[in-house]
């Protein structure tokens, strides 16, 4: 195991916290956390020691943490405040000039960023060192690098590229200056990326990349197909499906890629670690505790199951064998419900009580699956996998009870309600509604949520795609409101009203944290936890439904 050492005085309790929080992730990664050296003797015990400081060090500590035998990294502030003698900055191999304000910090690839990638892993044929990474933080300029500095990243300023993430062998000396808010150390990129480095300072064997095999390949396949292709550290080995045609188009997107329609032998495969079940969700247990058996890793499309006892034995299963299981909640990652997560955990609204969210509008069902109760577990499953994982993640507060209701009053060739209601009720008093129509005429806003000091309302908006036909005349194609994010908007409580911003999240963003967790054991920001109770939700809204509406209390 990896072991490190600490070395932290910050005056900011922000960022001394967001330290803190760091190092847990760090033990979690498999990164031993040896505490605080207290002597020069004891720095030699860690693999590497690591030093964020903005008060200077004492004298005798700077200059033992410039020995060679000891692996340093300087994070943060560390070479300008802690460093007045200048002595770290030497063994960095580094002259500095002033630091720039905080700002929106892009991160490249340097020079030497094909050694940390080489050193690294990844085995894969997407190393993407061409694209960059945002922190918000400050760029302290650097006037000369010594010789053997390998510069692994670097942001601009101005015109001028300044090393910002820097090895030197010679001196075991790291430095990574760009971490100088609270902010930029809680940052996901940032912790990754010190983990390479760290790893890589180590001599740590490098992960081997996470063979991705897809248990189905409809309607979601290609997006999982894309994200595992673009992600670094997944790399897709095999599909099932029962359709040669939907094998053909797999093939086609990922040229050399295993095929079969078995998904016992894809199963079986001892060149996959781990498997996207997308097949229906009566058959999502089945498959994933078959998959766990195999000693496979899953992730399993939303709903988890149709029951929550499935969702228990999975869990329970892929835990005893030291495996994941976790959902592909994709739409936590929608840019609108980012916006309103950050406005509400920010607290623009003062103290939410009251969430209402709303998808639909006229017009009959899916002829899939989807539109089978049977099958899919029925109208509460179907958008209610998306929309109650939202609500819950904004609300993670325990339950109090659940009230639902269904009609069956038009689209009577499928075995959905063709309207569902879902209230659920908190232990604090918080109350949020879901509702999803296929009888609604008119639309309720796709947001509806009210705080103490303000509220957040978000209006559909509806697109349409104008082109021409091939003999040149208009073709329209408008799309479905729940094709294009909301309009958000922030009411205060003077009346104003300010539009919100919904700019997207990064891509992939749920494989990214997928490889992180298998390949670095960070956290993802979905569990397998969280979906289990969306799941509890449903199934208790299912049966106070067919109880005439009675409270029922998810298990």
């Given at each position: 195991?990896l072991?490190?050492?600490?070395?932290?005085?910050?005056?900011?309790?922000a960022e001394a916290?967001?330290?803190?929080?760091?190092?847990?992730?760090?033990?979690?990664?498999g990164?031993?956390?040896?505490?605080?050296?207290q002597?020069?003797?004891?720095?030699?015990v860690?693999?590497?020691?690591?030093?964020?400081?903005?008060?200077?060090?004492?004298?005798?500590l700077?200059?033992?943490?410039?020995e060679p035998w000891?692996?340093?990294?300087?994070?943060?502030?560390t070479?300008g405040s802690?460093d007045?003698?200048?002595v770290l900055a030497?063994?960095?191999?580094?002259?500095?000039?002033?630091?720039?304000p905080?700002?929106?910090v892009r991160?490249?690839?340097?020079?030497?960023?094909?050694?940390?990638h080489?050193?690294f892993?990844?085995?894969?044929?997407?190393?993407?060192?061409?694209?960059?990474?945002?922190?918000?933080?400050?760029?302290?300029?650097?006037?000369?690098?010594?010789e053997?500095?390998?510069v692994?990243?670097t942001a601009?300023?101005?015109?001028?590229?300044?090393?910002?993430?820097?090895?030197?062998?010679a001196?075991?000396?790291?430095a990574w200056?760009?971490?100088t808010?609270?902010?930029?150390?809680?940052?996901?990129?940032?912790?990754?990326?010190?983990?390479?480095?760290l790893?890589?300072?180590?001599?740590?064997?490098?992960?081997?990349?996470?063979?991705?095999?897809?248990?189905?390949?409809?309607?979601?396949?290609?997006?999982?197909?894309r994200?595992?292709?673009?992600?670094?550290?997944?790399?897709?080995?095999a599909?099932?499906?029962?359709?040669?045609?939907?094998?053909?188009?797999a093939v086609?997107?990922?040229?050399?890629?295993a095929?079969?329609t078995?998904a016992?032998?894809?199963l079986?495969?001892?060149?996959?670690?781990?498997?996207?079940?997308?097949?229906?969700?009566?058959?999502?247990?089945?498959?994933?505790?078959q998959?766990i058996a195999a000693?496979t890793?899953?992730?399993?499309?939303?709903p988890?199951?149709?029951?929550?006892?499935?969702?228990?034995e999975?869990?329970?299963?892929?835990d005893?064998?030291?495996?994941l299981?976790?959902?592909?909640?994709?739409r936590?990652?929608?840019?609108?419900?980012?916006?309103?997560?950050?406005?509400v955990q920010?607290?623009?609204?003062?103290?939410?009580?009251?969430?209402?969210t709303?998808?639909?509008?006229?017009?009959?069902p899916c002829?899939?699956?989807?539109?089978?109760?049977?099958?899919s577990?029925?109208?509460?499953?179907?958008?209610?996998?998306?929309?109650l994982?939202?609500?819950?993640?904004?609300?993670?507060?325990?339950?109090?009870h659940?009230?639902?209701?269904?009609?069956?009053?038009?689209?009577?060739?499928?075995?959905n309600?063709?309207?569902?209601?879902?209230?659920?009720?908190?232990?604090?008093?918080?109350?949020?509604?879901?509702?999803?129509?296929d009888?609604?005429?008119?639309?309720?806003p796709?947001?509806?949520?009210?705080?103490?000091?303000?509220?957040?309302?978000?209006?559909?908006r509806?697109?349409?795609?104008?082109a021409?036909n091939d003999?040149?005349?208009?073709?329209?194609d408008r799309?479905?409101?729940?094709?294009?994010?909301p309009?958000?908007?922030?009411?205060?409580?003077?009346?104003?009203?300010?539009?919100?911003?919904?700019?997207?999240?990064?891509?992939?963003?749920?494989?990214?944290?997928?490889?992180?967790?298998?390949?670095?054991?960070l956290p993802?920001?979905?569990?397998?936890?969280q979906s289990?109770?969306?799941?509890?939700?449903?199934?208790?809204?299912?049966?106070?439904?067919?109880d005439?509406?009675?409270p029922?209390?998810p298990?």
């Amino acid at each position: 195991m990896l072991t490190a050492a600490w070395i932290v005085r910050l005056s900011s309790p922000a960022e001394a916290a967001a330290v803190l929080t760091l190092r847990s992730q760090l033990r979690e990664a498999g990164i031993a956390d040896l505490g605080e050296p207290q002597d020069a003797d004891a720095l030699a015990v860690a693999d590497v020691v690591l030093v964020w400081a903005d008060q200077p060090l004492e004298p005798d500590l700077a200059k033992a943490l410039a020995e060679p035998w000891a692996h340093v990294l300087l994070a943060g502030p560390t070479l300008g405040s802690a460093d007045p003698d200048g002595v770290l900055a030497q063994a960095a191999g580094l002259e500095l000039g002033p630091t720039s304000p905080v700002h929106d910090v892009r991160l490249r690839s340097g020079a030497d960023g094909a050694w940390l990638h080489a050193a690294f892993h990844t085995h894969g044929d997407h190393a993407h060192q061409d694209e960059h990474e945002h922190l918000t933080g400050s760029v302290t300029t650097v006037t000369r690098v010594a010789e053997g500095v390998h510069v692994l990243r670097t942001a601009r300023l101005g015109l001028t590229d300044h090393p910002v993430l820097t090895w030197r062998p010679a001196t075991a000396t790291a430095a990574w200056t760009t971490p100088t808010t609270a902010a930029a150390v809680a940052d996901r990129n940032a912790t990754r990326l010190l983990v390479q480095v760290l790893r890589a300072m180590a001599s740590v064997p490098s992960p081997a990349p996470v063979r991705v095999g897809l248990l189905g390949y409809g309607a979601i396949g290609h997006e999982h197909s894309r994200a595992v292709r673009a992600v670094d550290g997944l790399a897709l080995a095999a599909v099932c499906d029962t359709s040669q045609e939907r094998l053909d188009h797999a093939v086609a997107a990922a040229p050399g890629i295993a095929t079969t329609t078995s998904a016992d032998a894809l199963l079986e495969r001892d060149d996959v670690d781990l498997v996207v079940i997308s097949t229906p969700p009566s058959s999502h247990a089945r498959w994933a505790l078959q998959a766990i058996a195999a000693g496979t890793h899953v992730v399993v499309e939303k709903p988890f199951a149709v029951h929550t006892a499935e969702a228990d034995e999975v869990l329970a299963a892929a835990d005893a064998a030291g495996l994941l299981a976790v959902v592909y909640q994709n739409r936590r990652f929608d840019p609108d419900h980012l916006a309103v997560r950050r406005l509400v955990q920010r607290g623009d609204l003062g103290e939410v009580f009251h969430l209402e969210t709303f998808v639909g509008g006229y017009g009959h069902p899916c002829n899939l699956w989807h539109s089978d109760e049977t099958v899919s577990g029925g109208a509460f499953y179907d958008w209610g996998s998306h929309l109650l994982d939202q609500v819950l993640d904004l609300v993670p507060t325990p339950i109090e009870h659940v009230t639902a209701a269904a009609h069956k009053r038009h689209w009577l060739d499928v075995t959905n309600a063709d309207h569902s209601r879902v209230t659920i009720r908190f232990v604090d008093g918080v109350e949020a509604e879901f509702t999803h129509s296929d009888l609604a005429a008119a639309l309720k806003p796709r947001w509806y949520v009210l705080g103490t000091r303000g509220a957040i309302v978000g209006h559909w908006r509806t697109e349409t795609i104008v082109a021409r036909n091939d003999i040149g005349t208009l073709v329209e194609d408008r799309l479905a409101p729940a094709d294009s994010p909301p309009a958000l908007e922030l009411h205060a409580a003077d009346g104003s009203i300010t539009q919100v911003a919904t700019p997207p999240g990064p891509a992939h963003q749920f494989h990214r944290e997928l490889a992180d967790r298998l390949q670095l054991s960070l956290p993802m920001t979905v569990t397998g936890a969280q979906s289990r109770r969306v799941l509890s939700v449903m199934e208790a809204a299912s049966r106070s439904a067919a109880d005439h509406g009675r409270p029922v209390v998810p298990q």
